[in-house]
């Protein structure tokens, strides 16, 4: 017995985009248009496209073969001040 539904797979979910850190004051300058959605934006990328964080996060999730060429990507990660193993016990 059928139940006269066809089966179908279930949608394959977009790539979850990767949280840029762009923490750095050297991301803020004066508004341009972003590249990518043309609308104003202080941010910059390192490259200094004018861009937002979440536009730039978007178009590496949906180009992951072109994410490794670098345009968008994150701050290099602080050193620590403290030495040993972090642990403040």
Same mark, same amino acid.
Do not use: Q, Y
């Given at each position: 017995?059928?139940?006269? !539904?066809? !089966? ?6 977009? $790539?979850?985009? &990767? %949280?840029?850190?762009?923490? #750095? +004051?050297?991301?803020? /300058? =004066? #508004? ?5 959605? +043309?609308?104003?934006?202080? %941010? !910059?990328? @390192?490259? +200094?496209? $004018? &861009?937002?964080? *979440? ?6 999730? #949906?180009?992951?073969? /072109? *994410? %490794?060429? +670098? /345009?968008? &990507?994150? #701050?290099?990660?602080? !050193?620590? /001040?403290? =030495?040993?193993?972090?642990? @403040?016990?």
């Amino acid at each position: 017995m059928t139940s006269g !539904r066809t !089966r179908t797979s279930p949608p394959i979910p977009a $790539a979850r985009p &990767v %949280l840029l850190n762009w923490r #750095d +004051g050297t991301h803020f /300058r =004066k #508004d341009a248009p972003c590249v990518l959605c +043309g609308h104003s934006t202080p %941010l !910059r990328s @390192h490259a +200094g496209e $004018a &861009v937002h964080k *979440v536009c730039a996060e978007t178009w590496n999730a #949906d180009h992951p073969e /072109r *994410v %490794l060429e +670098g /345009r968008f &990507v994150s #701050d290099p990660e602080p !050193r620590s /001040r403290t =030495k040993g193993t972090g642990d @403040h016990a």
